[in-house]
Nanobody
């Protein structure tokens, strides 16, 4: 099974920046795409940004121009650089990966990391 571990969350003032990281581990896996989701209290979990194995990216309109998703294939890690943070960005951010292992396809979720934007 493929495991995902997020890091980099924390408390930041409006206008500040954070960089989230998500590292994948396991044996014999190939990741086709990775994504960042977020879930605010009382809200559904929504996609924020995605990146495919060939580097194609997509963003939700509310973060376009402020957030950047990237990947490091050598480290099996995806990043989310978050700039110009706003209070409405406050949420638990989750990493997601889709791909396959030697026994079949998989979809894995990380445990989540809290991002709080507040003065």
């Amino acid at each position: 099974q493929v495991q995902l571990v997020e890091s980099g969350g924390g408390l930041v003032q409006p206008g500040g920046s954070l960089r989230l990281a998500c590292a994948a581990s396991g044996n014999g896996f190939t990741i086709n795409s990775m994504a960042w989701y977020r879930q605010a209290p009382g809200k559904e979990r929504d996609s924020v940004a995605t990146i495919t194995s060939i580097g194609t990216t997509a963003y939700v309109d509310s973060v376009r121009g402020r957030f950047t998703i990237s990947r490091d294939n050598a480290k099996n890690t995806v990043y989310l650089q978050m700039n110009s943070l706003k209070p409405e960005d406050t949420a638990v951010y989750y990493c997601n990966a889709i791909g396959y292992t030697d026994v079949g396809p998989f979809r894995s979720w990380g445990q989540g990391t809290q991002v709080t934007v507040s003065s």
